[in-house]
């Protein structure tokens, strides 16, 4: 075996430098496709994988622009992504920062059909650390899209919740997935005349694993039906049921339940390693709910505490997922729960604001193209 200092010997034993390699030359190699642009998105490399997935060739690429009805990138809902505020490899260059997790794009062919693609992005920097383009890594990604698909139908059917009609609370609710399928878990249901719950949970891990987590929490969620009006008895038998599958000193899920009660005008919350909701009362004051649990699976026997407090007229109860406190700035700072709750008030001065708009401001607040992790919103707010 050579030395680390020595060239890499090949099997005819002539040393090979691999640091005389030229870029293009290990580009071209690259069973991915790759291209590279400078800062105005002139593609400038081009390499045989890329002509493969997209049936573009290097003549018709090189020296165009990726925005001149090349690829044409759409996210999974169909947006467009080609122009400057959501490019995956503008923003690379704009920001400064490498794009760490796959991002699912869909990429116009040359014959006019969509390709599902896994993408990458980084800046590419001079020897004096200034930014003077950026790379695209991708991969055909239609085998795992069309399983992917798949799933997605049997998880939206299995956990599909339309939030109640009428009665005396307005539910809201609002759920985006990074990828094709996502990990959270959210669930609302009318007990009674006056009575409503609600859960939001977060299942460890993402993908698909993480889709099959969260569908057994479906399952469970009816087995345990009769103890769903007392918060810390459903999460402590929850937890004991999800322990099986999980192993030594890990956990299956977080998650947040709470009971509003019309006519004591009551609210009761349990929290299982999740964070705790906010309340936002008719006078436009914000409220920290103050419980705590351990994750659901992490511990055998683990008992939930409850926190009880008024859920006037006009109050309204937000719920949510780590999605909508631990995202970034591209400084690296957390939103927060304080700075959702300044979001909320910025919103809107008279009730919970709308959760759409909510989710927009979030989404600002990252100043990317699109959250790294699941996103779940639930809000109750008791009608006059």
Not at 15 to 33: I, K
Request: proline content about 5%; some cysteine; overall charge negative.
């Amino acid at each position: 075996m050579p030395a680390p200092d020595t060239p890499f010997s090949s099997s005819q034993g002539r040393g090979v430098d691999v640091l005389s390699l030229r870029l293009a030359d290990v580009v071209e190699t690259m069973p991915d496709g790759v291209y590279i642009t400078d800062v105005n998105r002139r593609i400038v490399m081009w390499n045989a994988a890329a002509e493969a997935i997209t049936g573009w060739s290097k003549q018709r690429v090189l020296g165009s622009s990726c925005r001149d009805n090349l690829l044409v990138h759409v996210d999974k809902e169909g947006h467009p992504l080609c122009g400057e505020e959501f490019c995956p490899l503008q923003r690379a260059m704009a920001t400064g920062r490498s794009q760490c997790v796959p991002m699912l794009v869909f990429a116009q062919h040359r014959t006019g059909r969509r390709i599902p693609v896994e993408v990458s992005t980084a800046p590419l920097r001079d020897t004096a650390g200034q930014i003077v383009g950026g790379i695209e890594v991708f991969r055909d990604a239609t085998a795992l899209h069309d399983g992917l698909r798949a799933a997605a139908i049997i998880q939206q059917h299995t956990l599909e919740c339309r939030p109640p009609d009428g009665g005396p609370v307005e539910v809201d609710l609002r759920h985006t997935a990074v990828d094709v399928v996502g990990g959270d878990f959210l669930r609302v249901e009318r007990l009674d005349g006056h009575r409503y719950v609600a859960m939001v949970a977060e299942v460890m891990g993402q993908g698909l694993p993480a889709a099959l987590f969260s569908m057994q929490l479906r399952v469970l969620w009816d087995d345990l039906r009769e103890v769903l009006p007392t918060p810390s008895a459903f999460l402590g038998r929850l937890n004991n049921r999800l322990r099986g599958l999980t192993g030594r000193d890990s956990y299956f899920a977080t998650a947040c339940l709470a009971v509003v009660d019309t006519a004591s005008g009551r609210v009761t919350c349990a929290a299982a390693g999740h964070p705790a909701p906010v309340l936002r009362r008719a006078t436009g004051a914000f409220e920290k709910v103050h419980i705590q649990g351990a994750a659901l699976g992490m511990l055998p026997g683990a008992s939930y505490e409850e926190s009880v407090g008024e859920f006037a007229i006009g109050d309204t109860l937000l719920l949510f997922t780590d999605g909508a406190i631990e995202v970034a700035n591209p400084e690296g700072m957390a939103l927060g729960v304080e700075g959702l709750v300044r979001l909320c008030g910025q919103l809107d001065t008279d009730k919970m604001p709308d959760l759409e708009r909510l989710e927009a401001a979030i989404l600002q607040h990252a100043q990317g193209i699109r959250l790294d992790d699941d996103l779940t919103l639930v809000s109750l707010r008791r009608r006059a």
